[in-house]
């Protein structure tokens, strides 16, 4: 089942007022941009996050999940929950780089 529109922009929606947002697909799913640095990747209506160390603590109660066949583990982020999801990804979005332009 791929993702809708209608939950990419509801988890748009989840994280307004946190910077620049966007999202693009790929792949048939979805990447989620914060201020040009991609922060939330979205498969199957499903938010998930990358595990990282910032992170760590604040996501211990999460769950774990596969974006993707091949892909690493990442944290399943409660979408519903904004106020959380904001500070998650305030603290992602510190620690995450702008992505290099790619050569054509």
Do not use: W
């Amino acid at each position: 089942m791929a993702t809708t529109n209608e939950f990419i922009e509801y988890v748009c929606e989840q994280i307004n007022g946190i910077g620049d947002i966007r999202y693009k697909k790929m792949f048939g799913e979805y990447m989620v941009y914060v201020n040009e640095k991609p922060v939330i990747i979205v498969c199957n209506n499903t938010a998930f996050v990358k595990q990282l160390d910032c992170i760590k603590e604040d996501m211990k109660d999460a769950e774990i999940g596969y974006p993707y066949k091949g892909a690493k583990e990442h944290y399943v982020l409660d979408i519903d929950n904004s106020d959380f999801c904001k500070s998650i990804i305030i603290k992602i979005e510190k620690v995450t780089p702008v992505p290099k332009p790619r050569k054509k």
